[in-house]
């Protein structure tokens, strides 16, 4: 367990906001790729199912949620969980469209989860052996993350194996937005380490918060190929817990920039780009908050939108 003390934390925080203030603003795109319209439009889909994870059990039982639900019919929902407070809602379900098993995770109000990780002690630990068999050994994770992600992850596993044996299907997909965007990133690797290795594992998370150190990023990047994290404008959610913390995001950042326009930032955590969200949002006072609830390509995600 490690503690940051206050004021270090503090005049981090200055120096960066100093640094990057001084940088000249430009509109070069050499290092990113814009998204086409086709792949913009194409996250739909992953957009609703995280959006749907907010909804509540009775509803999203029988796939019958609204908007959400209405918007990836077919889909076959056959466990939820959580009650949307000591343990936050989750469901699993099969999807034959995609022929993939989808597992959805809940986040949680925004203003909390920002108390949390400018917290001015972060607890990290390294992740569960048991869950997560043969990581290298300096990777550490937020233990609030960690915590939350393993009163669930056998019971979802379970379920997980059951449908991809049921369906003969050979793909999982994970989503989630906010803490839900963390616990999926944190279920992408534990799928992958506890699974057979012709399935392969996809995410897509949104306004994800950062989950370990550096070593964590990059032992994920190497085992999870297949990896888009989402970030909406100026949300101020995907830079903390700092950088200066140790802290680090896997790759696979699609920043939009402005509605339609969207950009794939090559890298981990992308510094040097400006549509890149480090650079967009160099500290939380020159983020929104608000952007955090979207509109993701015209779908809000929270509490307040699971039908509306
Ligand atoms: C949904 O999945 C369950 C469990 O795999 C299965 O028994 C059921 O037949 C499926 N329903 C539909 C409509 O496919």
Redesign the pocket.
């Known amino acids: 367990m490690q503690t940051f003390p206050y004021t270090l934390v503090f005049l981090a925080a200055l120096l960066t906001s100093a640094v990057v203030h001084a940088a000249p603003q430009s509109l070069r795109r050499d290092r990113v790729t814009t998204l086409s319209p086709s792949e913009l439009s194409g996250l739909a889909p992953f957009t609703q199912f995280a959006r749907a994870a907010y909804c509540p059990s009775d509803k999203v039982q029988g796939w019958n949620c609204g908007e959400a639900c209405d918007a990836v019919p ?1 889909f ?3 466990l939820t969980g959580g009650d949307g407070n000591e343990i936050q809602l989750f469901y699993v ?2 999807w ?1 469209d995609q022929k993939t098993v989808v597992v959805a995770h809940e986040g949680t109000d925004p203003t909390e989860l920002m108390s949390d990780l400018t917290d001015v002690n972060i607890v990290t630990e390294k992740p569960d052996a048991t869950l997560f068999p043969g990581l290298p050994d300096d990777i550490t994770v937020h233990s609030g993350f960690a915590d939350e992600h393993k009163k669930t992850a056998g019971t979802i596993l379970t379920e997980v194996q ?2 991809l044996s ?2 003969n299907a050979k793909s999982v997909t994970l989503v989630g937005h906010s803490l839900g965007g963390a616990l999926a990133e944190l279920d992408s690797l534990f799928m992958v380490l506890n699974l057979p290795g012709d399935i392969s594992v996809q995410a897509v998370t949104y306004g994800t918060p950062r989950v370990g150190n550096g070593a964590w990023a990059a032992f994920f990047d190497s085992k999870v190929p297949n990896f888009k994290r989402v970030n909406n404008e100026k949300d101020i959610v995907p830079i903390v817990p700092g950088r200066f913390l140790g802290f680090a995001h896997p790759h696979g950042e699609i920043h939009i920039v402005s509605p339609g326009d969207a950009v794939s930032c090559p890298g981990d955590d992308d510094a040097d780009d400006d549509q890149c969200t480090i650079k967009t949002v160099p500290n939380i006072a020159d983020g929104d908050v608000l952007d955090h609830l979207g509109p993701y390509e015209g779908i809000y995600i929270g509490t307040l939108f699971c039908d509306s």
């Open positions: 077919g076959n929902l056959t379900g099969y034959p059951n449908l049921a369906n």
